[in-house]
């Protein structure tokens, strides 16, 4: 078989996609039993993992569409394929910018069904009652329970995140929206909801007291994305294609997806999971490239790190949540690490049985390099309009050893933060911030504060052939020579002496009045 099948990328409708032979990694068995469980349900995963094309596989299965299944798990489960009449409503298309917008985007979601199955002669009432009255009318219409779905049903409350009087309203109304499903329970056969984070405020999760949240259960962690099983099953004529494409291995291949997508946790034991939208694009392409980020990152992730002072270098060492921070935000909160985790720029990478708690990180290269690219035009909006402080400028010099030029941008770099936002307002932590986002944005090995047995350094940057550890002094606390001799006397060097890599270490004086650096000395060390 050749690689010219057709790949499923950007395609959310299970119908479109079965009727047009595009490749189908089969997650029917997931459907078939929760629809055999008795709660509404929640699932958890960030944008761009399959949950739009999990409702609408669901949609077809409660329609009893059995033909679209045909060779799929679940039809050799299900026996009866009633039709059920089916409520799915999509959050994830409109973008909530005012009241009239979110009204207009609950109005669009509901008037298709009430060309359907009518609508009372009050046309001002409540959304909430308009849900409740589409939904008695399809039970008494068709003796049937209905199925209600829900995309991305918190879109209006991550959008409006900046906004506290917008969300508030959006949110008080949603209190009510989704709080009629408790009212209708007598009228339901099966509810689910995705979305990214599951707000504490909204009422569904209180009123709704038997919602199963299947967001951290082993038996559903790999409901979304794709397995490395599912990788190899389903796409090997794919991976053998980008094999070729790229000159290299089919093992190699594997070992470069893996580093660059694999890495999800969703779940205390759940098997690694690939990213699929990059996956799908990378197999259709067959070029590696950061596909996931291309489709956007939530502005208000990269607003709240800033506002609550975020220590970015802590993302690089331990950092934890406890099960009940994992998927349980309330606006305000000053933890960012849950959002961090929902939104899949942090993934589970242990999870600590004692103390019940999970240790986070970045799943793989491209959440990593992506987020923190992103990240840096917040701390220095110059790095994006000054042609001299490209990242791709900063590569180059370390790449050809040119230091001298490297430490003249990073002067520069500083001198162009804004004074508000310098040390005598965030202190030290901010800066080590912005070296820590731009060492890693430059798609470097990064540490800081790496431990010996002597001390710590403040960073060892890796290139592939040398390595670059830099200890940084304020000015007012030593010199550029006492930050040199800091490096030997402490033996920051001692784990890379036997590396084949130049070892160049840097010492730098900081300036805090002026906010930039001042004086630095580079050696390279002679073996």
């Not at 709660?39 to 949950?51: M, Q």
């Not at 001198?415 to 912005?434: H, L, N």
């Not at 010996?452 to 940057?461: L, W």
Request: glycine share 6%; charged share 25%; with cysteine.
């Amino acid at each position: 078989m050749t690689a010219t099948r057709r790949l499923p990328i950007g395609i959310q409708d299970f119908e479109k996609l079965r009727r047009e032979g595009h490749v189908y990694v089969d997650k029917t068995a997931y459907i078939y039993e929760l629809s055999q469980g008795g709660n509404p349900y929640f699932l958890g995963r960030p944008r761009r993992f399959g949950k739009s094309l999990l409702l609408s596989t669901m949609h077809a299965y409660f329609e009893g569409k059995r033909e679209l299944f045909d060779g799929l798990a679940i039809a050799g489960l299900e026996t009866e394929w009633t039709s059920y009449p089916v409520f799915h409503l999509d959050m994830n298309t409109y973008k909530y910018t005012s009241m009239e917008a979110f009204m207009l985007a609950i109005d669009k979601n509901l008037t298709p069904l009430e060309e359907k199955w009518g609508r009372e002669a009050d046309d001002k009432q409540q959304t909430s009652g308009r849900l409740l009255g589409l939904i008695e009318r399809a039970y008494q219409q068709t003796q049937k329970p209905v199925v209600v779905l829900i995309d991305e049903y918190d879109k209006p409350l991550l959008d409006t995140l900046h906004d506290r009087k917008l969300h508030e309203a959006i949110r008080n109304e949603l209190q009510g929206f989704y709080g009629v499903l408790k009212s209708a329970d007598k009228y339901l056969r099966f509810l689910f909801l995705t979305g990214i984070t599951k707000f504490s405020q909204v009422s569904i999760f209180s009123t709704l007291n038997q919602l199963g949240d299947i967001s951290l259960d082993d038996a559903f962690s790999a409901i979304c994305g794709i397995t490395e099983t599912e990788l190899l099953q389903n796409f090997e004529p794919e991976l053998q294609a980008l094999a070729l494409a790229q000159g290299t291995t089919f093992e190699k291949t594997l070992a470069e997806l893996k580093k660059h997508y694999d890495g999800y946790h969703f779940s205390r034991r759940s098997e690694d999971i690939y990213n699929p939208f990059s996956v799908l694009n990378t197999l259709y392409k067959k070029e590696y490239a950061d596909y996931w980020f291309a489709t956007g990152t939530p502005s208000f992730l990269i607003r709240l790190i800033d506002t609550t002072h975020f220590r970015v270098p802590q993302l690089d060492n331990d950092v934890f949540a406890t099960a009940s921070e994992m998927f349980d935000y309330r606006i305000g909160s000053r933890n960012i690490l849950p959002l961090l985790y929902q939104s899949g720029y942090l993934t589970v990478k242990e999870y600590i049985d004692p103390i019940r708690t999970f240790r986070l990180g970045f799943p793989n290269e491209e959440v990593k390099v992506g987020f923190l690219q992103h990240l840096l035009p917040e701390y220095i909006p110059a790095i994006n309009d000054e042609s001299d402080l490209s990242i791709t400028l900063f590569v180059r010099d370390l790449y050809l050893g040119n230091v001298e030029r490297f430490m003249q941008r990073l002067r520069v770099l500083f001198a162009k933060i804004p004074y508000k936002r310098g040390v005598p307002k965030r202190g030290e932590d901010f800066y080590q911030s912005i070296l820590y986002t731009l060492f890693n944005a430059m798609g470097l090995r990064v540490q800081m504060e790496m431990e010996t047995s002597q001390g710590r350094a403040d960073i060892v940057a890796e290139t592939q052939d040398a390595v670059y550890v830099f200890e940084f002094k304020m000015i007012d606390r030593g010199t550029a020579e006492e930050a040199l001799a800091q490096i030997d006397d402490k033996g920051y060097l001692i784990p890379y002496t036997i590396d084949s890599r130049r070892l160049v270490k840097i010492g730098v004086e900081f300036d805090a009045k002026d906010r930039t650096i001042g004086r630095w000395l580079e050696k390279q060390c002679m073996r």
